[in-house]
């Protein structure tokens, strides 16, 4: 399983129908005011993509925080 931020467009944020879709489908790890991170498989997740409207899912991208250390030469 993968991690998925789901987006919604809404200003108001999920509808409790939209919430207990997602809920039915995988862990909501995290959530806030427009966004969702969910854990899913791909299949789920286009699924997903597939069945709500007016939302966005992408797979979480982390980034690696970049050295500060000086290198010699």
Do not use: C, F
Not at 3 to 8: I, K
Not at 31 to 38: K, N
Not at 56 to 66: D, L, S
Request: charge should be positive; hydrophobic fraction near 35%; proline fraction near 10%.
């Amino acid at each position: 399983m993968a991690r998925y931020v789901l987006h919604t467009a809404n200003p108001d944020g999920p509808t409790p129908d939209e919430l207990a879709l997602i809920r039915e489908r995988g862990p909501i790890l995290n959530q806030s005011r427009r966004a969702l991170l969910v854990e899913l498989t791909r299949e789920q997740a286009t699924e997903l993509g597939a069945s709500l409207q007016g939302w966005t899912v992408q797979p979480e991208i982390r980034y690696p925080i970049p050295t500060t250390r000086r290198k010699l030469k």
